[in-house]
């Protein structure tokens, strides 16, 4: 299972700064490497649909879809951030409930 390989945290300070951003920041144990198959992890814990993954100098960028709802897991390399992010701020309550999944493997 895949869940043993990962443990990560909601920094809630971090989070509740950028909620205006639509921003949730998680912290996960992952590299450059071990992105994709970490991604694909999360959506499948709460269900989402893949929709795309995009590569930057020192980003990488997953589109996905949860109950209709937009979203992009990103990857910075340099400062070692992972955040979700809303494609469209009217859906704060799916990134808060996702939030609320996510805290079921903290």
Sequence with gaps: MLANNYSFKINS???KAHKQLNIETINPNIDWD???PF???LI???DGHFISHDLGADLHRVSFEFEDTRLMLTFEENSNSIWIELDNN???DVLTFISQLLKNYE
């Design 34 to 36: 071990s992105f994709l």
């Design 39 to 41: 991604s694909q992890w």
């Design 13 to 15: 300070t971090v989070a």
């Design 44 to 46: 499948d814990i709460i």
């Design 90 to 92: 009217a859906d704060l």
